[in-house]
C-alpha cells in the first residue's frame, strides 16, 4: 500500500474510512470542532465509531447510535442536546453534500457559521 493511503484508517476499529461520509474528521471539521490546519494532523475514525458525536445525528438514513454511558444524550441538558443535535445533524446533511460539490477548496466544506468561526479566529 503507498505511503499516502495511511492515515484513512480508523484508529478505533482499524478499519477503511473508504469515504467522506463515514469521516468523523471531516463531520468535526465541517461542524467547525476541527481547524483546518490541523486536519491532516488528527487520526481518522469512523463516525459510528465515534458515539459521543455520533449519537447527535438525526436523520432519516443515518442509523441512530446509542450511548449508554456519562456522556449518553439522555443525560445530558435537554437544550444542549437541542442545539448538538442541530448543529450535528446540519453537519451530516452537509458531509453527504460534498462528494458532489466538484473542485472546491477545503476550506468551503464547512457549515456558514463553521466558516464565520474559522474567520473571526483567524483576524
Ligand atoms: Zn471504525
Same mark, same amino acid.
Given at each position: 500500500?503507498?505511503? !499516502?493511503?495511511? =492515515? +484513512?484508517?480508523?484508529?478505533? !476499529?482499524?478499519?477503511?474510512?473508504?469515504?467522506?461520509?463515514?469521516?468523523?474528521? +471531516?463531520?468535526?471539521?465541517?461542524? =467547525? %470542532?476541527?481547524? @483546518?490546519?490541523?486536519?491532516?494532523?488528527? @487520526?481518522?475514525?469512523?463516525?459510528?465509531?465515534?458515539?459521543?458525536?455520533?449519537?447527535?445525528?438525526?436523520?432519516?438514513?443515518?442509523? *441512530?447510535?446509542?450511548?449508554?454511558?456519562?456522556?449518553?444524550?439522555?443525560?445530558?441538558?435537554?437544550?444542549?442536546?437541542?442545539?448538538?443535535?442541530?448543529?450535528?445533524?446540519?453537519?451530516?446533511?452537509?458531509? &453527504?453534500?460534498? @462528494?458532489?460539490?466538484?473542485?472546491?477548496?477545503?476550506?468551503?466544506?464547512?457549515? *456558514?457559521?463553521?466558516?464565520?468561526? %474559522? &474567520?473571526?479566529?483567524?483576524?
Amino acid at each position: 500500500m503507498a505511503k !499516502c493511503d495511511e =492515515g +484513512y484508517l480508523c484508529s478505533v !476499529c482499524g478499519g477503511d474510512v473508504e469515504n467522506i461520509t463515514q469521516s468523523d474528521l +471531516y463531520l468535526r471539521f465541517v461542524i =467547525g %470542532m476541527v481547524d @483546518p490546519e490541523l486536519l491532516h494532523a488528527q @487520526p481518522e475514525k469512523h463516525i459510528r465509531c465515534n458515539p459521543t458525536l455520533a449519537q447527535f445525528i438525526v436523520a432519516e438514513d443515518f442509523e *441512530p447510535v446509542i450511548v449508554d454511558d456519562d456522556f449518553a444524550k439522555s443525560k445530558l441538558d435537554p437544550e444542549h442536546v437541542k442545539e448538538r443535535e442541530d448543529l450535528v445533524s446540519r453537519g451530516w446533511a452537509r458531509l &453527504k453534500e460534498i @462528494p458532489s460539490l466538484g473542485e472546491v477548496s477545503i476550506l468551503e466544506f464547512p457549515l *456558514p457559521e463553521a466558516i464565520e468561526k %474559522m &474567520k473571526s479566529r483567524e483576524s
